[in-house]
Nanobody, 124 residues
Framework: QVQLVESGGGLVQAGGSLKLSCAVS????????MAWFRRAPGKEREFVAS????????SYAGPVRERFTIFRYDAENTVYLQMDSLKPEDTAVYHC?????????????????WGQGTQVIVST
């Protein structure tokens, strides 16, 4: 059974940074394409960033491009989301997700496993 456990969320002022972690257990991280999605209060779930199984390709949603970075350390079975220059509109629950196969999709239905999420609150 694959488990994804996120950590690193919290309260931060606008302009600040947070680094989210996603620990993967049950199978080697190298099995999966990985991504982060988020859901803000009263809004639909949205894609944030993805990284392919090989680590060769990253993809970002427009609102976070140039501010967020996704990276993976397969040896540690951990995926990270470095978030800089945070804005109040980044406030959301962030979910780590895993797809069997190469990954890189922006569609939530292409991901097989989801973590419980970690809350990020950005204050003005």
């Amino acid at each position: 059974q694959v488990q994804l456990v996120e950590s690193g969320g919290g309260l931060v002022q606008a302009g600040g940074s947070l680094k989210l972690s996603c620990a993967v257990s049950g199978r080697p991280l190298s099995t999966y394409g990985m991504a982060w999605f988020r859901r803000a209060p009263g809004k639909e779930r949205e894609f944030v960033a993805s990284i392919t199984r090989s680590g060769a390709t990253e993809s970002y949603a427009g609102p976070v491009r140039e501010r967020f970075t996704i990276f993976r350390y397969d040896a540690e079975n951990t995926v990270y989301l470095q978030m800089d220059s945070l804005k109040p509109e980044d406030t959301a629950v962030y979910h780590c997700v895993a797809a069997l196969g190469p990954g890189g999709s922006r569609r939530p239905e292409d991901y097989n496993y989801w973590g419980q999420g970690t809350q990020v609150i950005v204050s003005t």
